[in-house]
């Protein structure tokens, strides 16, 4: 059976853990979860923090940096849909969150989350706390979508100054 360490390099191994930490990690840390030497994860996460990819903390610590992250989701989303797609995902987005609030009879998220209050089974509690996290990731996901339309004509006007026999590579 092949492994993980068999099928990428040392270098796609600390890049994948290092650009999807969720909170800052030692360079010890990403050695171990990469299968490599100390010096060779430090050595590439020092390359990724040079080019952006990563912060530093005070503590010599890597995490990713979050508005880079946002603003690769943001190309990834305009360079990988046409705007009538992201039109129709907001209509999508707006269908569920309606759904729910059908659903649950409630007028809002937060009403939804002080219903939890109330005299529920605990079936009906894990439902509920379900349906608010898919609500929060929902409500994040309409709010990036708004920015990519929001600069989708600047964004694709660059793009058309790009020569053909330029290769655009997509984010994530």
């Known amino acids: 059976?092949?492994?993980?360490?068999?099928?990428?390099?040392?270098?796609?191994?600390?890049?994948?853990?290092?650009?999807?930490?969720s909170r800052p990690r030692t360079a010890n840390w990403v050695a171990d979860q990469a299968d490599v030497k100390w010096d060779t994860a430090k050595k590439y996460l020092d390359e990724l923090v040079e080019s952006g990819e990563l912060l530093v903390t005070d503590s010599g610590e890597y995490v990713p940096d979050p508005t880079r992250a946002y603003f690769d989701r943001l190309r990834e989303l305009i360079l990988t849909n046409d705007r009538e797609s992201l039109r129709g995902e907001l209509a999508a987005i707006a269908d569920r969150i309606d759904s729910w609030k059908?659903?649950?009879?409630?007028?809002?998220?937060?009403?939804?989350?002080?219903?939890?209050?109330?005299?529920?089974?605990?079936?009906?509690?894990?439902?509920?706390?379900?349906?608010?996290?898919?609500?929060?990731?929902?409500?994040?996901?309409?709010?990036?979508?708004?920015?990519?339309?929001?600069?989708?004509?600047?964004?694709?006007?660059?793009?058309?100054?790009?020569?053909?026999?330029a290769t655009l590579e997509t984010a994530g």
């Open 102 to 165: 059908r659903e649950y009879d409630v007028d809002s998220r937060d009403e939804l989350e002080q219903s939890l209050a109330s005299d529920l089974g605990p079936d009906a509690v894990r439902d509920r706390r379900r349906a608010i996290r898919r609500w929060e990731t929902s409500e994040r996901t309409r709010e990036t979508i708004a920015a990519a339309l929001a600069i989708y004509d600047d964004v694709t006007t660059l793009t058309d100054e790009i020569p053909e026999s």
């Open 1 to 21: 059976m092949e492994t993980w360490s068999d099928s990428t390099t040392a270098r796609e191994r600390v890049e994948t853990i290092a650009t999807t930490l």
